[in-house]
T-cell receptor
Framework: KQEVTQIPAALSVPEGENLVLNCSFT??????LQWFRQDPGKGLTSLLL?????REQTSGRLNASLDKSSGRSTLYIAASQPGDSATYLC???????????FGSGTRLQVQP | GAVVSQHPSRVICKSGTSVKIECRSL??????MFWYRQFPKKSLMLMAT?????????EQGVEKDKFLINHASLTLSTLTVTSAHPEDSSFYIC?????????????FGEGSRLTVL
């Protein structure tokens, strides 16, 4: 059974810092990996989708990498802003399974 | 990106009543939708897979008779929480994958917060 772990569980940084969120998964037979953002009491906003054949994806100040063989992904946020404060969720789609398995998330607080 | 709409966004009900939550794909067709449940400060747990025109597939530990799922069309799935109790209070989120896509990207609704008094 796929298990997804995210480290750290919570992170507080001053505005302007670059930061890295980590995600690991136990079964490397994945179809893709997605990073989401969730604001308190809200649904999910998709940030980046990395297919299993890809190594990284970039969108603005966000960069996500994928090392499928080692079961790891990182989300890099450059020049963090208070508006980046949210919970970031990593989720994997297993080959042959159509639902995502989620990590427990990293709660990010960017201090102005 | 594709849009998934959930309704209602918030619902408060008395213990013992039933509540229906709708999940609609607004600009794409979805043969499969997924229902997740999220407890406060916890991650999303898959409850069931909703299949258009057939029975839903439930995850282990999820009561089929408590959480009724109907997927009557390619754009609508409903989750009915029957005889709701306070422990059913939670945030329910649906997701869908487009039948015309092969990226496996899932699109999520805004969620429905259920409070059972």
């Amino acid at each position: 059974k796929q298990e997804v772990t995210q480290i750290p569980a919570a992170l507080s940084v001053p505005e302007g810092e670059n930061l890295v969120l980590n995600c690991s998964f136990t079964d490397s037979a994945i179809y893709n990996l997605q990073w989401f953002r969730q604001d308190p009491g809200k649904g999910l906003t998709s940030l980046l989708l990395i297919q299993s054949s890809q190594r990284e994806q970039t969108s603005g100040r966000l960069n996500a990498s994928l090392d499928k063989s080692s079961g790891r992904s990182t989300l890099y946020i450059a020049a963090s802003q208070p508006g980046d404060s949210a919970t970031y969720l990593c989720a994997v789609l297993d080959t042959g399974r159509r639902a995502l398995t989620f990590g427990s998330g990293t709660r990010l607080q960017v201090q102005p | 990106g594709a849009v998934v709409s959930q309704h209602p966004s918030r619902v408060i009900c008395k213990s013992g009543t039933s509540v229906k939550i709708e999940c609609r794909s607004l600009d794409f067709q979805a043969t499969t939708m997924f229902w997740y449940r999220q407890f406060p400060k916890k991650s999303l747990m898959l409850m069931a897979t909703s299949n258009e025109g057939s029975k839903a597939t439930y995850e282990q530990g999820v009561e089929k008779d408590k959480f009724l799922i109907n997927h009557a069309s390619l754009t609508l799935s409903t989750l009915t929480v029957t005889s709701a109790h306070p422990e059913d209070s939670s945030f329910y989120i649906c997701s869908a994958v487009s039948t015309s896509q092969n990226t496996g990207e899932l699109f999520f609704g805004e969620g429905s917060r259920l409070t059972v008094l």
